[in-house]
T-cell receptor
Framework: GDSVTQMEGPVTLSEEAFLTINCTYT??????LFWYVQYPGEGLQLLLK?????DKGSNKGFEATYRKETTSFHLEKGSVQVSDSAVYFC???????????FGKGTMLLVSP | EAGVAQSPRYKIIEKRQSVAFWCNPI?????LYWYQQILGQGPKLLIQ????????DSQLPKDRFSAERLKGVDSTLKIQPAKLEDSAVYLC?????????????FGEGSRLTVL
């Protein structure tokens, strides 16, 4: 079945550092890929998405590129802020379905 | 625009007791989901409704969990009897639909502790 694997956290960075959170997936079809973020005390919210190979999703300075050849969708940001501290979830939605399969989540902690 | 509303936010019960969670989706969203999120894991789909019909309940433990969505609007998830391993956050989400759209809007969740 479909699955998503994320790097384990927590990821601890200083403000303005470069961020990468790795995500790889297994799917039978050609899925759409997503990053969701959960800020402390809030519900999950969509951060960005990509629906086909080589697409780049971007939002709030975050980017991720859909790499079919490596089945990856790594999340990057050039300069993190304290306000980016949250749990980040990689997810996929396989063709023909509207439900999401999530990874375990990666906690990001950014210190001033 | 009002978001997805869930209640209660927190619930503590003894094992073998019952509990119910309520969800009101974003107005006009046809699709409603219940996810279970155990500590340290990603959310796992329990059930998906399209209007008031069930689309997918393959991972719902039907011997103890039930869910309904009357009139295609709000929904209730019930657990009876609860087990220790049911301790988790129960997330409700809604979407306007669309294959592969993936944009689900989540509530803040209902945290269940079973003692």
């Amino acid at each position: 079945g479909d699955s998503v694997t994320q790097m384990e956290g927590p990821v601890t960075l200083s403000e303005e550092a470069f961020l990468t959170i790795n995500c790889t997936y297994t799917a039978t079809g050609y899925p759409s890929l997503f990053w969701y973020v959960q800020y402390p005390g809030e519900g999950l919210q969509l951060l960005l998405k990509a629906t086909k190979a080589d697409d780049k999703g971007s939002n709030k300075g975050f980017e991720a590129t859909y790499r079919k050849e490596t089945t990856s969708f790594h999340l990057e940001k050039g300069s993190v802020q304290v306000s980016d501290s949250a749990v980040y979830f990689c997810a996929l939605s396989d063709l023909g379905y509207s439900t999401l399969t999530f990874g375990k989540g990666t906690m990001l902690l950014v210190s001033p | 625009e009002a978001g997805v509303a869930q209640s209660p936010r927190y619930k503590i019960i003894e094992k073998r007791q019952s509990v119910a969670f309520w969800c009101n989706p974003i107005s006009g969203h046809a699709t409603l989901y219940w996810y279970q999120q155990i500590l340290g894991q990603g959310p796992k789909l329990l059930i998906q409704f399209q209007n008031n019909g069930v689309v997918d309940d393959s991972q719902l433990p039907k011997d103890r969990f039930s869910a309904e969505r009357l009139k295609g609007v709000d929904s209730t998830l019930k657990i009876q009897p609860a087990k220790l391993e049911d301790s988790a956050v129960y997330l409700c989400a809604s979407s306007a639909g669309g294959v592969g759209s993936g944009e689900l809007f989540f509530g803040e969740g209902s945290r269940l502790t079973v003692l």
